[in-house]
């Protein structure tokens, strides 16, 4: 059988890894007496990614199956005093208490409620028009629907959110996860939990795998969802008896580049700059490193009339580097004589080549380094 792509990580191989032969199409309606003649077995495929191990199964429920779903634990006293605790330690752990908090997948709102008596400002959001219409008879604001990467909850942002139970029924993983982070504030906490796949495998439980959850993640994949859509992991655990994953997370903005674009252009200036005031004060520069930093930057500035580039790996010697085609000579007592001001541009080994400079060569000169801005070395001031 042909082995389908990763919803997680997309890569290519997801392999068929537990097949079951007799399994209930869906585990939400049991039946009456009347449907038993039409009711049959379905074949339950699981697939695990050959690259990043993550556990699924293809999808079978009609899209519509969730708009009335109902399956509740709220009768269980144990399930009550585990969510009691769990929500007053995620608001007080994060200081969220009188702040904008959001379940989505909140279900009859029972862990909302539990979420507002810790102190928080509670909200959700619930595609089962039966648990939505309980959540609401509870007072609670809730939105219908789906959590989806383009949807702009109308309460939001929110300073902190839950989603519990919900994450492995969900086929979008990324979608729902990136509709999340889109609705929170920057720096927003959260806590995420789903069946443990490492109990299903502890105890051999191939009665854990059902149509309903289509995603079993481990601790690992947990993390690598979380990590791929725009959170940071704070800690990550079993909990209820090693039944559960537990992630705790924070709303994190991608890297900025801005200030290396900045860095870019105002080095340059100066590189440029400084070469040309030496020039025109009659002496010479030479740049220290021929390596990717220095290739990179030699080209950026468009430097190309250096009056000495050295390096200390001999296979570099008597090349020239690329776009400012200057030649790597070797470094000698000779040749550093005869230059009056250095850049060093290996930055990993810049302290070195500072004291070989001052001490080996005996080099008086002007030494400069990279940094935002061109540095000189504090001997040189």
Known sequence: MKNESCRLCAHGEAEVTLTIGRAPRNIQ????KEDLERDNAIKLEVRTCRRCGFVQIPPVLDDTYYDDYLMATTHSVQMQSYQQKQAADFVQRFELVGKKVLEAGCGDGNFLNHLKDAGAVVYGVEPSQRFREIALDRQHSVEEGYVTAERALRDGPFDGFVTRQVLEHVPEIHGFLTGIRRNLCDGAFGLIEVPSLEKALQDHRYYDFFTDHVNYFSLDTLRLALTLNGFEVLDAYQDMFDEYNVALVRAVNPPSLDGIQRTSSDLADDLRRFVLDQHEDGKKV???????????VL???GIDDLDLLIDSDPHKHGRYTPVSHVLV???????IREVDAIIITAMAYRNEIE???RGRYG????IAVLGHRLEFAKDAL
């Open 286 to 296: 030479a740049v220290w490193g021929a390596g990717g930093k220095g290739l990179s």
């Open 299 to 301: 080209a950026s500035a």
């Open 329 to 335: 000579q070797e470094p000698t007592p000779q040749s």
């Open 355 to 357: 004291a070989m400079l």
């Open 363 to 366: 080099f008086e000169g002007t």
């Open 29 to 32: 309606n049991l039946l009456r």
